[in-house]
């Protein structure tokens, strides 16, 4: 699951969300369905890393250019999508972000 910041505009709710994200992490690990998050460090930080011709390329800053950035992310274990999009409901950060849901690829 991944946190996004959205490009929709939000009215701002008080305060932080920080305590309600780690009710949220709480309940879903107690629970079994969350395996690994965290918040990512900002854009400024961010590098995109290439090889090109035998050549690394690094580009300082993130790669999207987004206004949706990447905020953070969590992996979760869920029977099927519809527990996933469940459990995304329920984190604090969907009233104001985008969680985006990705199995992982099993190919």
């Known amino acids: 699951m991944l946190v996004c910041r959205d490009n929709v505009p ?3 709710r008080p305060g932080p969300a920080g305590g309600e994200v780690e009710q949220w992490v709480k309940t879903m690990d107690g629970k079994g369905l969350r395996v690994t998050g965290d918040a990512l460090a900002g854009e400024p ?3 995109a890393v290439r ?3 035998e050549q690394l390329q690094v580009t300082e800053g993130a790669f999207l ?3 949706g950035a990447l905020l953070g992310f969590d992996v979760l274990e869920c029977q099927d999508l519809a527990e996933a ?3 995304a409901a329920a984190h604090p950060l969907a009233k104001r972000c985008v969680l985006e849901i990705r199995p992982v690829a099993t190919d």
């Open 10 to 12: 939000v009215p701002p």
């Open 45 to 47: 930080e961010a590098a």
């Open 51 to 53: 090889v090109r011709d």
């Open 65 to 67: 250019d987004t206004s």
């Open 85 to 87: 999009i469940q459990v």
